[in-house]
């Protein structure tokens, strides 16, 4: 009985191990009717456990447009890219404008 046990954890074990290899991302767009702009900026967090970051609370659409220079803002887009079930999470926010 332990050893079947001891199998089914060891392959559980295995396919977490091996699932951490891929990753999922998701893209939100938010646009205005205007064209999409010469100039981007970008802002960004990394967090571990969802406690230990990177990046802090500088991750806003103001941010993004400050690191690009952009004043008038056309086209903004969300991405979250999820490792691990969630274990590692990047948080990016895209700016577009003039």
Same mark, same amino acid.
């Given at each position: 009985?332990?050893? =079947?046990?001891? =199998? =089914? ?18 893209? $939100? ?7 999409? +702009?010469?100039?981007? +900026? ?13 990046? +802090? ?21 969300? @991405?979250?890219?999820? =490792?691990?079930? +969630? $274990? ?7 700016? @577009?404008?003039?």
């Amino acid at each position: 009985m332990k050893k =079947i046990f001891s =199998i =089914i954890g060891a392959g559980v074990f295995a396919a977490m191990l091996l699932s951490s290899c891929c990753s999922a991302t998701h893209v $939100v767009g938010i646009s205005s009717n205007s064209a999409v +702009g010469s100039k981007m +900026g970008v802002s960004e967090q990394k967090t571990i456990l969802g406690f230990f970051g990177k990046g +802090g609370p500088e991750q806003s659409i103001k941010a993004a447009a400050a690191n690009g220079g952009i004043t008038k803002i056309s086209h903004v887009e969300e @991405y979250n890219k999820s =490792i691990f079930f +969630g $274990v590692v999470v990047k948080h990016q926010i895209r700016v @577009y404008g003039e």
